[in-house]
């Protein structure tokens, strides 16, 4: 089966709301206290999130694909079950043995030997029915339920639609790497699916992936009998393909060899890195990438944009010879983003600040979480110049950065030549009314697929801001029950009200880079 299209015949998860609370209960000891029902988040009560699917299975290969990716056909706690918590003791914000609030783990306070060594015997603390590390030093807001599980999965699983594969880099296009390392591997989504990959083109014998993270969510290497029932994932009979290493990345150098993998990836890691963090993680990256090795970052932005009217195809137009091969290789990007709903980013695609109230609200509180815990809302625009200025040890840097709006967009509908002016109104300027003459709209409509990715896209975007609601809400200085009022009306506007059809996007990127042979 072809790489390319490999992907693009994969259905998504079901994505119900989770009840977060039953979820948690069942995951850890009933030594933790329940949650009032106003300190939790009511998005299930005022909205109701769709379900649907980025695609259906191929005509007359329903039953291969579900025998080879059972929970895509349906089975949605598959993705997150075999990462569930080790039962260690929880702890509620209100039960009073702890004290923890949103603002402690925001502090840049070292914390005692006494809190140290309370946060081994409980590594995980529950506000607002939510799960979190309790390690109030560590620069992540996000929490590590089963919900947030699933929601990262979820996006994983649209990359590798989006992108057509596990791995952008071109070098593994036809051959898979050998030995790769999954930098915040999380519940190991990502080298489960990056594994099935190569298994269903028959190159995965060899491969070992190996996951490291902060937090125990991933199976260990004995636990892989319960991950999955296929007990033929063993590297030529005898060694595991997956190892799960758990180590806080804050300490350095990361337990590997020089040299040790041939693909380091870094998934989705800049809500767990700081700026002073970069420079030196980056370090050990390329200490443990071996000479001729690849390494490949993924990430998307955390704030919003819009995207505006324009003729993407126009902005790569050369004027002969060499820049004539760059417009259509260009072209050729523009016309394979937008098959899958999306749009390829160049240094000349229009975006701006958001027209919808509750996304401006959101970036701007959004911003300042980030800013007070030293982390970037814009990581994509941080990417490519962090690979380019290790030009001594890389070469090969490439990229693909993709626009995917978060529903059909008005100007696509309609017609390019909309312009979208600040109080939120559109005209059409086509050519046939600048000649005087009426003519029919020019856009088209939206494929089922390309709209699917783009709801898709919208679901992972509302499930992080409730992911969120710790932070954001202490930013915004809102009660528990203002909140709750401004969450029910922004979920209503996204999720049913199509509220970002002016042409608010997910901004996502691959970037890559190969680490030059020793002289």
């Avoid at 529903?407 to 030549?417: A, K, P």
Wanted: hydrophobic content about 35%; charged content about 20%.
């Amino acid at each position: 089966m072809p790489a390319t299209g490999y992907y693009q015949n994969k259905q998504l998860p079901a994505t119900p709301r989770l009840d977060t609370h039953d979820a948690i209960s069942k995951s850890f000891s009933s030594g933790s206290s329940s949650e009032p029902a106003s300190a939790r988040t009511p998005a299930s009560a005022t909205a109701t999130t769709p379900h649907f699917s980025i695609a259906t299975f191929p005509s007359g290969r329903a039953p291969q694909y579900a025998a080879m990716f059972p929970e895509l056909a349906g089975n949605a706690k598959a993705f997150t079950t075999h990462g569930a918590f080790p039962r260690a003791e929880s702890v509620s914000s209100i039960s009073g043995a702890t004290t923890m609030s949103t603002r402690t783990m925001l502090s840049s306070e070292q914390p005692s030997s006494a809190d140290l060594a309370a946060q081994q015997l409980r590594p995980f603390v529950i506000r607002n029915g939510r799960t979190f590390i309790s390690d109030p030093s560590l620069p992540y807001p996000l929490p590590v339920d089963l919900e947030e599980l699933h929601r990262q999965s979820l996006r994983t699983l649209l990359l590798m639609q989006l992108f057509c594969s596990p791995i952008c880099s071109p070098d593994f296009a036809d051959k898979p790497p050998r030995r790769v390392l999954e930098i915040g591997c999380g519940s190991g989504f990502w080298s489960k699916m990056c594994y099935r990959h190569y298994e269903a083109m028959g190159l995965a014998k060899g491969i070992s992936f190996t996951g490291i993270d902060v937090a125990p969510v991933a199976p260990s290497t004995s636990g892989l009998s319960d991950w999955d029932a296929d007990q033929s994932l063993a590297v030529d009979g005898t060694q595991d393909w997956w190892h799960f290493v758990q180590h806080d990345l804050r300490k350095l150098p990361l337990p590997f060899r020089d040299g040790e993998f041939d693909l380091v990836m870094v998934k989705d890691m800049s809500l767990a890195t700081t700026t002073a963090m970069q420079q030196p993680l980056m370090d050990e990256y390329l200490r443990v990438l071996m000479p001729g090795g690849t390494i490949e970052i993924w990430e998307s932005d955390h704030t919003l944009r819009m995207l505006r009217p324009h003729v993407p195809e126009s902005a790569a137009t050369g004027a002969s010879g060499e820049g004539d091969s760059d417009a259509s290789s260009s072209e050729d990007d523009h016309r394979e983003a937008t098959s899958i709903g999306a749009y390829a980013m160049t240094a000349n695609t229009p975006l701006s600040a958001p027209l919808n109230n509750f996304l401006v609200d959101y970036n701007s509180w959004l911003s300042k979480v980030l800013e007070r815990m030293s982390l970037c809302p814009v990581p994509c625009t941080l990417m490519g110049p962090m690979l380019v200025q290790e030009a001594e040890t890389l070469t090969a840097v490439g990229n693909r950065r993709l626009a995917v709006p978060l529903s059909e967009v008005r100007w696509e509908r309609e017609g390019v030549g909309g312009v979208v002016t600040k109080d939120g109104k559109s005209y059409i300027e086509t050519k046939g009314r600048r000649s005087g003459k009426e003519s029919a709209p020019t856009g088209t409509a939206l494929e089922p697929v390309a709209a699917a990715r783009r709801r898709t896209a919208l679901l992972t975007v509302v499930q992080m801001i409730q992911s969120l609601e710790h932070v954001l809400r202490e930013v915004s200085g809102k009660s528990q029950d203002e909140w709750d009022g401004w969450l029910g009306k922004a979920m209503n506007n996204l999720v049913k009200e199509n509220g970002t059809s002016w042409g608010e996007c997910l901004e996502v990127g691959a970037w890559w880079a190969k680490k030059r042979a020793s002289p």
